[in-house]
């Protein structure tokens, strides 16, 4: 560990199934609690362009269709959060991937199962590099 300074910006996504469950105010509880500072919160619909530029990194996976015709379902709840390492430290907080297995403590493993689409529906996208949070933000909240 170094003393370098470490500040950083992610951008976490409740997916449509968070908010249509209600589970928005509990992820942001869960962002502030760590000590996290919100930077943007907006409930918006992601427009299919969108989302093909977020998810560009899956361009030709089989999923990618399913996964953004769910990600058009219903609102997304997109917040930018700040704070030393905060990347890691989101995907710390989110957990793996699929809900099922998603450890305890975590919000996809506390909050989140299969609902009948394997791993599609997992509540919350957090952003995985600093590559990816600056583009992810760049797209989302242009603004910023
Ligand atoms: P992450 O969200 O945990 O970073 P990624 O591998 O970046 O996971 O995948 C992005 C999203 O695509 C996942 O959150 C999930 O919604 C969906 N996904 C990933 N892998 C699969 C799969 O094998 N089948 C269906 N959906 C998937």
Redesign the pocket.
Known sequence: MTDAPTTQRTLVLVKPDGVRRGLSGEIVRRIEAKGYTLVAVELREASEDLLAEHYAE?AGKP?LTP?IEFMRSGPVLAVVAEGHRAIEGFRSLAGA?DPTVAAPGTIRGDLGRDWGL???Q?LV?GS?SEESAAREIALWFPAL
């Open positions: 899956h999923f996964l991937t394997k791993v599609i997992n996208h995985d």
